[in-house]
Nanobody, 128 residues
Framework: QVQLVESGGGLVQAGGSLRLSCAASGRTFSTYNIGWFRQAPGKEREFVAL????????YYADAVKGRFTISRDNAKIAVYLQMNSLKPEDTAVYFCAANRAPFTTAQAMGVRLRYDYWGQGTQVTVSS
């Protein structure tokens, strides 16, 4: 019932900023948690950020805490990831994903949680 499409990726120099968008469709989307994940070439997928259905609760991986901000716009059925102070190690394909688990469960499980829906990904490249 949920379809996700990421956009906003691109090439940026270290220290720069990008804002990623996760556009969603589906009547039940507002009840889902949305997570951002990333996967670099030759590396395993890692958790980045999480937001609950209301946007009132968020959680970040330590690697991005203080630099990235996740937000939600229910009117537009979209979730955003504002990325500031980007580093070369942030280079990856970024995915958004939706799940219906309790927020605390999604927070605790991170990448281990089997999300119900995934987008196609958007490439973020940070040059030094």
């Amino acid at each position: 019932q949920v379809q996700l499409v990421e956009s906003g990726g691109g090439l940026v120099q270290a220290g720069g900023s990008l804002r990623l968008s996760c556009a969603a469709s589906g009547r039940t989307f507002s009840t889902y948690n949305i997570g951002w994940f990333r996967q670099a070439p030759g590396k395993e997928r890692e958790f980045v950020a999480l937001i609950n259905w209301s946007g009132g609760r968020t959680y970040y991986a330590d690697a991005v805490k203080g630099r990235f901000t996740i937000s939600r716009d229910n009117a537009k059925i979209a979730v955003y990831l504002q990325m500031n102070s980007l580093k070369p190690e942030d280079t990856a394909v970024y995915f958004c994903a939706a799940n219906r688990a309790p927020f605390t469960t999604a927070q605790a499980m991170g990448v281990r949680l089997r999300y119900d829906y995934w987008g196609q990904g958007t490439q973020v490249t940070v040059s030094s």
